[in-house]
């Protein structure tokens, strides 16, 4: 068939805007031999006007699956584009079919070097995948901090439920005994999400399960973790909020210390639910010599006490979901991990936050 005429095609006017363009740009008619190069183009290739277009692109025949036989093959001819690799450089390639008068038909390719913008992207990649393998570990860790086992004590059953609203959360809690017959039990939300807040939780764990080796108070071991966190040098955006509770098994008394903490644990004593509230300033590097306070309260027998964190629906701003954790919390037919599963079906449907419940029962 006959192709577009390399006359029609080294006219000035094709010639000189051709030329003009900075991309790398040639004309190729239906036989896929090259019958225009503009300037850019034979400077990346040297001269290929005569010779078949898939020699430039190192290739020995014609390719069945190329844009341009697309193009010709198409009744109604479309334009297309993909990315070749031509020695160690990537290209863009957009090939445009086109029609010129008596029906001739052909293509205009554009080459655009991508080489840079390939190797960023590949790179970015490369990165991603690490970041995503990073996150895994990372998430692993946190969660192999979690104790499987609450302490099983008799007169008192412990439960807990504990869901990062990410691959990695900023929430974390605790409970373990620091004698034969106290147990310290703590829920904490560090600022924040992902690596950072992660790695934090990771700390606060550790750091806090230290102090109560040598201190037996929420206040002495909140003082602890204060000065301890100001050798970590963080930058001052960055605080965690601790509630702590050290109860007496004995008697079912406790004594409790808030550093900042924005939600009120709540306690059932058998006939009513009430909120546990005591001021205090989170664990941070612009608090200056914070000081926290203590007070106490009791563990009936028949009692809960709930600690939780700010991942539930509207906690904030809403009394209804306050008011719905008192009634739920006084259910008696409802007991240990079925009732935090019942909080979380009917107070966590957002997923927008972390969520961690911690919850103490007295026989």
Known sequence: MTGISEEKMNSGFFSGLLDSMTDLVRVVDKDSVVIYENEEFEKAFGKTLGS?????IEK????RDCSLYKGFESSAPKRHSGDVVISDRTYSVAVSPIIVSGGEQGAVEVFRDITNEYRLKEKIISSNRKMIRDLEVAGTL??????????DVSGYSFSSVFMPCETLGGDMYDCFMISDDKVAMYIADVSGHGVMSAMLTVYLRQEIFSQF???KTPTKVLKGLYESFLELNIESSVYITVFMIVLNLSTGEFEYTNAGHSVTPIIYDGRKVVEIATPGLPVCTWVKKPSFESQTGKIERGGRLLMFTDGLDGIHVMNSTMDGLKKTLSEKQVSGE???GKIIMEYATCGEDDITLLMAERD
Not at 60 to 63: A, R, T
Not at 142 to 151: G, H
């Open 52 to 56: 078949k277009c898939f020699g430039t």
């Open 60 to 63: 020995e025949d014609f390719c």
């Open 142 to 151: 946190q969660l192999s901090i979690l104790r499987d086992k609450l302490p």
């Open 213 to 215: 080796k040598t201190k």
């Open 338 to 340: 079925d009732l935090l």
